[in-house]
């Protein structure tokens, strides 16, 4: 029997069991095991080294599938903002100056939207990757000092929101 930490290859009568240990990206994720039975003599010198390569690869890119699809499952709050701005134009300087901030506090993706009656009249968007991380940013000093110094006028009224099951 030949063992790494990531392949085993024994003799299982009259037959060659090679098992591939693919460790998944994320701790949500346990260890998967595949499992391939082939004939010795279906071998030839060099198949079994590339049949090796190509289950790791495979291996490999399922793994990184499986944690690509939590991670895209993970950006599910939006937060809306609306409220009334002093000048659309300063409101969007101070807006945009803000941005690294908002990066820090966990914001995602964001959108800017106005009101087609009212320029002034301000919706934004953010994403978060929890509801946890969206509420503390909507309750931070950073954030009310920001829509005080842009001009924001009128209370905010604000509302989260998850991606509706299919």
Not at 69 to 81: L, T
Not at 104 to 131: C, E, I, M, R, W
């Amino acid at each position: 029997m030949i063992e790494s930490p990531n392949l085993a290859v024994a003799d299982w009568h009259g037959q060659l069991a090679l098992s591939l240990h693919a460790p998944v990206i994320n701790n949500v994720h346990r260890a998967t095991y595949k499992s391939l039975l082939i004939e010795k003599t279906s071998f030839e010198k060099g198949t079994v080294s590339m049949m090796l390569k190509n289950l790791l690869v495979a291996g490999l890119m399922t793994a990184a599938m499986i944690g690509a699809v939590g991670a895209a499952r993970a950006e599910d709050v939006r937060m809306f903002v609306r409220h009334e701005v002093s000048d659309y134009a300063t409101w969007r300087k101070a807006f945009d100056a803000f941005a690294p901030t908002q990066t820090k506090l966990g914001v995602t993706s964001k959108a800017v939207y106005q009101s087609v009656d009212d320029p002034n009249d301000v919706t934004v968007v953010h994403d978060f990757q929890t509801l946890e991380k969206a509420k503390a940013f909507a309750a931070s000093p950073e954030l009310k000092a920001a829509m005080d110094k842009a001009g924001v006028k009128s209370a905010p009224q604000i509302w989260y929101t998850t991606k509706g099951a299919k």
